[in-house]
C-alpha cells in the first residue's frame, strides 16, 4: 500500500514506556530496528528510519543491525539518532541518562564510532568518554 500511495519514507517515534494515564499514550510500539528490517523487506520503494537512541545502543552492535536493515532494503535504510530525554524510560531499563550537555557528546563519539565501522577497511581502536572498542571490524558495509 505504501508503495502503490507513493509514500516517500516512514520514521517511527522510538519509545520504550507509555506516558501512563487512561490512554497510555505510545505505551504499544515496536523496537526501531526489527520494525524496520519489516518494512524494508515488504516494499520497494519507500525509504523508512530506525530510530535509535545512542544510550541504549552499543555502537558497534547498532552498526551491524542497521548494515543489515540496509541490505534488507537494498540501500533505503535512514538512520534517526536520539540522544535521549525521558528519564522514566530510562530509568525502567537501568541505565543513568548523561546529562543534558553531555548527551551531544555521547551521540557524537557513537556516530564517530559508527562511521568509522561502515566505512574502514582495518580494524580500528576507539577509546573515548562514552565508548571504547578494540581491534573493531565489520562486513559487510552499508550499500551506500
Not at 520494525?35 to 516494499?43: K, M, N, P
Not at 565501522?117 to 565508548?131: H, L, M, Q, R, V
Request: hydrophobic letters at 40%.
Amino acid at each position: 500500500m505504501a508503495d502503490d500511495a507513493s509514500v516517500d519514507f516512514m520514521l517511527p517515534l522510538g519509545r520504550w514506556k507509555g506516558y501512563g494515564g487512561v490512554t497510555e499514550h505510545n505505551a504499544s510500539n515496536f523496537e526501531t530496528l526489527t520494525w524496520v528490517s519489516g518494512i524494508l523487506a515488504s516494499t520497494r520503494n519507500l525509504m523508512a528510519f530506525g530510530t535509535v537512541h545512542v544510550s541504549l545502543f552499543n555502537p558497534i552492535v547498532a552498526a551491524k543491525q542497521m548494515v543489515t536493515a540496509d541490505h534488507i532494503g537494498q540501500g533505503r535504510f535512514g538512520l534517526n539518532i536520539v540522544c535521549g530525554w525521558n528519564n522514566d524510560e530510562f530509568d525502567m531499563l537501568g541505565v543513568n541518562l548523561a546529562q543534558h550537555g553531555d548527551r551531544y557528546e555521547q551521540g557524537q563519539e557513537w556516530i564517530d564510532v559508527i562511521t568509522r565501522a561502515w566505512s574502514g577497511t582495518e580494524p580500528f581502536d576507539y577509546g573515548g568518554n562514552f565508548y571504547q572498542v578494540r581491534k573493531t571490524q565489520i562486513s559487510p558495509k552499508t550499500l551506500r
